[in-house]
């Protein structure tokens, strides 16, 4: 496999640059291809054999674009499919999960609150992870249906948005949650207004950090990392509506992109 080939990056939505700027900033010579799979965005609610379905088609797309490696940004992708994208490809596929480990090491008061999907919450991946490391700790559940439709709109400080984190949050933080696991690649985005609504005294937790250290330990020890010393550079594609998702996609990457359309035969 060439050294110089992108890393393939995909999520349900525009949730996922949240993990791509985590690779940037460490992997800056590496080049990127990012699809945002927004005609299908919610994932949440999607049945696992959609979201397989779904999984399959954005893969081939990228093994299309020559990827030496794919990362899945998306908590629900990763807990319906990556098993099974796994057993389908020889490529390093990077899998993504809520940071229940560090959320564990960091609470003092023992309590821990983890936000994310309806889906990811009730995948058997997310209670083998409690089972792992859950012990000795109370961890706390709340699904948030419409956090993800906030974010795809670019709507990161309305009031609307402030009210629902307000409301997810709440029952947390009464029950003495000390430290919050953003388990959505989206939540990221909103961590400021997070931040504003549950206090400096809540320690926030999210994965592009790990997913990025997993990412380039994978690629070092198969001997993948880009050895040129050029800046890489990113590519976009959206299934959704192009012109749409232009105005949000440069929001959130806060730099100007060219957002192209997902080819018809895998959008």
């Given amino acids: 496999m060439n050294p110089s080939a992108p ?26 291809c990012y699809v945002a ?5 919610p994932y949440g609610t999607k049945t696992p054999e959609y979201l397989q379905k ?12 020559n990827v030496k490696a794919i990362v899945v940004a998306c908590n629900t992708a990763t807990v319906a499919a990556v098993a099974y994208l796994r057993a389908t490809f020889t490529i390093p596929i990077i899998a993504i999960e809520p940071a229940v480990k560090p959320a564990v090491l960091a609470t003092k008061t023992g309590i821990i609150g983890v936000i994310a999907t309806a889906a990811t919450l009730a995948s058997d991946q997310f209670l083998r992870l409690l089972e792992r490391f859950g012990s000795g700790v109370t961890i706390l ?28 949050t709440a029952p947390l933080l009464v029950a003495g949650a000390d430290t919050l696991v953003l388990g959505c690649t989206h939540y990221p985005f909103l961590r400021p207004l ?3 609504v ?17 990412l380039s330990n994978i690629l070092a020890a198969q001997k ?34 060219n957002l192209q359309p997902l080819p018809q035969a895998f959008a």
Wanted: glycine residues 8%; charged residues 15%.
């Fill in 37 to 41: 799979d927004s005609g299908h965005v």
């Fill in 198 to 214: 549950v206090g400096a005294n809540i320690t926030l937790i999210d994965t592009g950090t790990a997913v990025t250290r997993q």
């Fill in 7 to 32: 890393i393939g990056v995909f999520d349900s939505g525009v949730g996922g640059l949240s993990v791509l700027q985590a690779i940037r900033a460490a992997l800056p010579y590496e080049n990127l």
């Fill in 194 to 196: 997070i931040d504003e």
């Fill in 141 to 168: 559940t709340q699904a948030c249906p419409c956090l993800v439709a906030q974010v795809e709109k670019g709507d990161l400080a309305s009031s609307t948005t402030r009210l629902l984190v307000q409301q997810y």
């Fill in 224 to 257: 993948l990392l880009n050895p040129s010393a050029q800046p890489g550079h990113e590519q976009f594609w959206t299934s959704g509506e192009v012109k749409k998702a232009q105005a949000v996609f440069r929001v959130l990457w806060r730099k100007p992109i």
């Fill in 54 to 65: 779904r999984s399959l088609v954005l893969t081939h797309f990228l093994l299309s674009q």
